[in-house]
């Protein structure tokens, strides 16, 4: 089977071709296409996928290339890892936010919608292309905000994109850690949408363990979303928030935090991989051992700024693993391809899973995955703290969709100033603005 990375240049395609080396199985995936925009990114995780495969047996094959047709043909199954104005943009939405005094965060508030307004007019030309040249190949997507682009996505392919996150699979595999439970053994209760969502509980053999967790103190304080919102606030709620939640639950602090900080983590990241691809630039430089010790400096300074805001010091060690979205993706190929029925937490479209959405709006749920894709299994309804949430930032992506079809500004503004964090329409209006002035991909977006 042929993959294509789109974002082929990007400081975690390593982790999706790690994973692909350890699948010996019959209808592997033997090609992968990288893409990027820029070919000396490309260059420089080629040598990183070069050094991973030395000494592996039947590696799949690696080519590069900057033409997006050409990466597409063939393929299939098409993983979207883009990121369309670069960290050079992350950086900028987070400090024109925070200059209005509201939060810049890539996925959620002003910076999301910014970072939305630019890259689904990108998803969806690369939506059309699958569709034109290899329409039967599956969509993977992990471009942020993933269920925003996966939604937009989805109108031109259908239940033939799926959205994945290693949130939710992180914070899963940690409460079962915490309660002793075998993770891939559990079956975990989540609901909402992508970076909105709450762990409800979790079953082991028929029975629910999450009240045993919220009822121990220790134990609920003992591990990174604990520590995060506090035990009090979990047992309020009664389900264990993921960790993007805390910018809503705890958005001054996360402000302050964010604010005071030295660097945001956008320019934190423009400058720690800037360096990283620089170092790469040089010949006698080991490809491999460069990447790995940025990676782990990434994943140690996750949500820096959320876990001072909460008083909590650096990330535990047993904390640091993710949800692993490179294995995610790996097992929803095996599932689709080889027909390996199988259990996944991804974002696809509702149909009648939540009632309070429409049944294109896509979700974060358990789903069940076959040959036939990914569907989403019935889940209970949700609270209404929680409808409230999840209906208010549905209603934002839409507008969102809205703008970036109509180019109209009017309907971006709309989108801002719908924002549950966005307290203003003429903070909205600002933001509109400034973030039109900074983007050359916000062009569109006519007076």
Same mark, same amino acid.
Request: glycine fraction near 10%; charge should be negative; hydrophobic fraction near 45%.
């Given at each position: 089977?042929?993959?294509?990375?789109?974002? @082929?240049? $990007?400081?975690?395609?390593?982790?999706?071709?790690?994973?692909?080396?350890?699948?010996?199985?019959?209808?592997?995936?033997?090609?992968?296409?990288?893409?990027?925009?820029?070919?000396?990114?490309?260059?420089?995780?080629?040598?990183?996928?070069?050094?991973?495969?030395?000494?592996?047996?039947?590696?799949?094959?690696?080519?590069?290339?900057?033409?997006?047709?050409?990466?597409?043909?063939?393929?299939?199954?098409?993983?979207?890892?883009?990121?369309? @104005?670069?960290?050079?943009?992350?950086?900028?939405?987070?400090?024109? +936010?925070?200059?209005?005094?509201?939060?810049?965060?890539?996925? *959620?508030?002003?910076?999301?919608?910014?970072?939305?307004? =630019?890259? &689904?007019? /990108?998803?969806?030309?690369?939506?059309?292309? &699958?569709?034109?040249?290899?329409?039967?190949?599956?969509?993977?997507?992990?471009?942020?905000? +993933?269920?925003?682009?996966?939604?937009?996505?989805? =109108?031109?392919?259908?239940?033939?994109? !799926?959205?994945?996150?290693?949130?939710? !699979?992180?914070?899963?595999?940690? !409460?079962?850690?915490?309660?002793?439970?075998?993770?891939?053994?559990?079956?975990?209760?989540?609901?909402?949408?992508?970076?909105? $969502?709450?762990?409800?509980?979790?079953?082991?053999?028929? =029975?629910?363990?999450?009240?045993?967790?919220?009822?121990?103190?220790?134990?609920?304080?003992?591990?990174?979303?604990?520590?995060?919102?506090?035990?009090?606030?979990?047992?309020?709620?009664?389900?264990?928030? %993921?960790?993007?939640?805390?910018?809503?639950?705890?958005?001054?602090?996360?402000?302050?935090?964010?604010?005071?900080?030295?660097?945001?983590? @956008? #320019?934190?990241?423009?400058?720690?991989?800037?360096?990283?691809?620089?170092?790469? @630039?040089?010949?006698?430089?080991?490809?491999?051992?460069?990447?790995?010790?940025?990676?782990?400096?990434?994943?140690?300074?996750?949500?820096?700024? %959320?876990?001072?805001?909460?008083?909590?010091?650096?990330?535990?060690?047993?904390?640091?693993?993710?949800?692993?979205?490179?294995?995610?993706?790996?097992?929803?190929?095996?599932?689709?391809? =080889?027909?390996?029925?199988?259990?996944?937490?991804?974002?696809?479209?509702?149909?009648?899973?939540?009632?309070?959405?429409?049944?294109?709006?896509?979700?974060?749920?358990?789903?069940?995955?076959?040959?036939?894709?990914?569907?989403?299994?019935?889940?209970?309804?949700?609270?209404?703290?929680?409808?409230?949430? &999840?209906? #208010?930032?549905?209603? &934002?992506?839409?507008? /969102?969709?809205?703008?970036?079809?109509?180019?109209?500004?009017?309907? +971006? *503004?709309?989108?801002?100033?719908?924002?549950?964090?966005?307290?203003?329409?003429? *903070?909205?209006?600002?933001? /509109?603005?400034?973030?039109? +002035?900074?983007?050359?991909?916000?062009?569109?977006?006519?007076?």
């Amino acid at each position: 089977m042929k993959l294509t990375i789109l974002g @082929g240049g $990007g400081f975690r395609v390593p982790l999706v071709y790690g994973a692909l080396l350890g699948d010996h199985a019959e209808g592997r995936v033997t090609r992968v296409t990288l893409h990027d925009l820029d070919a000396g990114r490309l260059s420089a995780v080629a040598r990183v996928l070069a050094d991973q495969a030395e000494g592996v047996r039947d590696a799949p094959e690696v080519t590069a290339t900057t033409d997006l047709d050409e990466a597409l043909r063939g393929a299939d199954f098409v993983f979207s890892a883009i990121r369309v @104005g670069g960290l050079e943009g992350r950086a900028a939405d987070e400090r024109i +936010a925070l200059a209005e005094g509201v939060l810049g965060q890539e996925t *959620v508030g002003a910076g999301g919608i910014a970072y939305g307004l =630019r890259t &689904v007019p /990108v998803a969806t030309h690369i939506a059309r292309r &699958v569709a034109a040249l290899a329409p039967d190949a599956w969509v993977i997507n992990f471009t942020n905000p +993933a269920g925003l682009v996966t939604e937009a996505m989805s =109108r031109v392919l259908g239940d033939r994109v !799926v959205g994945i996150c290693d949130s939710p !699979v992180g914070l899963g595999r940690r !409460v079962a850690r915490i309660l002793g439970a075998d993770p891939d053994e559990a079956w975990i209760d989540y609901v909402g949408l992508n970076h909105l $969502g709450w762990l409800r509980g979790l079953r082991v053999g028929g =029975r629910d363990e999450l009240p045993r967790l919220l009822a121990d103190e220790e134990a609920l304080g003992s591990f990174e979303e604990g520590r995060l919102f506090g035990p009090e606030w979990l047992r309020s709620l009664g389900a264990i928030p %993921n960790e993007y939640l805390h910018y809503y639950y705890f958005n001054r602090e996360a402000v302050h935090a964010y604010r005071t900080a030295g660097r945001t983590r @956008g #320019a934190y990241l423009r400058d720690q991989q800037g360096a990283f691809y620089e170092e790469m @630039g040089k010949p006698d430089t080991s490809a491999l051992a460069a990447w790995r010790r940025t990676l782990a400096d990434r994943e140690a300074t996750y949500m820096a700024a %959320n876990r001072e805001a909460a008083g909590v010091g650096e990330r535990d060690e047993e904390d640091l693993e993710s949800g692993g979205y490179e294995k995610v993706a790996l097992a929803l190929m095996r599932a689709v391809a =080889r027909d390996e029925r199988t259990t996944l937490i991804l974002d696809v479209r509702n149909g009648t899973t939540l009632s309070v959405l429409d049944a294109d709006a896509v979700i974060e749920v358990p789903c069940l995955v076959d040959a036939n894709g990914a569907r989403p299994v019935a889940v209970a309804p949700l609270p209404y703290h929680a409808v409230g949430l &999840v209906t #208010a930032v549905k209603a &934002v992506e839409r507008e /969102v969709l809205a703008a970036a079809e109509s180019g109209s500004r009017e309907t +971006a *503004v709309k989108a801002f100033a719908l924002h549950p964090l966005v307290d203003s329409v003429a *903070v909205a209006r600002r933001l /509109v603005e400034a973030y039109a +002035a900074e983007h050359p991909g916000l062009a569109y977006l006519r007076r």
